[in-house]
């Protein structure tokens, strides 16, 4: 079935070591995003691509990084430069960049947890 | 920058109660809206949109439409379920730039029996 694979699931690291999320797509969508989640306060952009090799911060880019060298795939990696990692990250991707149709189809997510 | 404001939760409701949930917006030019549900330990999928002023998304039973002049979009249910528990996102995509979706804080509904 086409959709989004986020892993792990669930993922525990210690202060002062970079983890990475993955996120694939078969989808063949062009657009890809991640977002963090914490309780009470929605959902806030991270990073987005809207073509491969090419990425923009969103409102909250300090201390991630991401790349996308295939257009299925947008690895998401969080820094010890993260202050507060601790939270929900979903990944989505969307059909095209641009346009105002602006449907966002997400993975089931990964919930950090620094120790 | 744009922004959306959900009504406060945590929303309590009896099986076969009607329920609203507000979403008010800020907006430069005429942004698509949306609503997203996000059952327990999931991502978001979407429920219903709206692309155009007066228009009316729908979907399982809910709706919402697209009120330019109040510059809102209240998501309805005539008659609600134990399964509706989740969380509910509004949401509306920027127009001014790269395409991004600004979503509200979320309102968390419980339906009991």
């Known amino acids: 079935d086409g959709g989004i694979t986020q892993s792990p699931k669930y993922l525990f690291r210690k202060e002062g070591q970079n983890v990475t999320l993955s996120c694939e797509q078969n989808?063949?969508?062009?657009?890809m995003y991640w977002y963090r989640q914490d309780p009470g306060q929605g959902l806030r952009l991270i990073y987005y691509?809207?073509?491969?090799?090419?990425?923009q911060k969103g409102d909250i880019a300090e201390g991630y990084s991401v790349s996308r060298e295939k257009k299925e795939s947008f690895p998401l990696t969080v820094t010890s430069a993260q202050k507060n990692p601790t939270a929900f990250y979903l990944c989505?991707?969307?059909?095209?960049?641009?346009?105002?149709?602006?449907?966002?189809?997400f993975g089931e997510g990964s919930r950090l947890t620094v120790l | 920058g744009d922004s959306v404001t959900q009504m406060e939760g945590p929303v309590t409701l009896s099986e076969e109660a009607f329920l609203t949930i507000n979403c008010t917006y800020t907006?430069?030019?005429?942004?698509?809206l949306f609503w997203y549900v996000q059952y327990p330990g999931e991502g978001l999928q979407l429920l219903l949109k709206?692309?155009?002023?007066?228009d009316k998304g729908s979907n399982k039973g809910f709706e919402a439409t697209y009120r330019k002049e109040t510059t809102s979009f209240h998501l309805e249910k005539g008659s609600v379920q134990v399964s509706d528990s989740a969380v509910y996102f509004c949401?509306?995509?920027?127009?001014?730039?790269?395409?991004?979706?600004?979503f509200g804080q979320g309102t968390r509904l419980t339906i009991n029996p």
């Open positions: 989505a991707s969307s059909i095209h960049g641009g346009g105002n149709t602006g449907e966002l189809f």
């Open positions: 989808l063949n969508h062009d657009a």
């Open positions: 691509s809207h073509i491969v090799n090419d990425f």
């Open positions: 907006a430069t030019g005429y942004p698509s």
């Open positions: 709206a692309t155009k002023a007066d």
């Open positions: 949401a509306l995509n920027e127009i001014q730039g790269a395409q991004k979706l600004v």
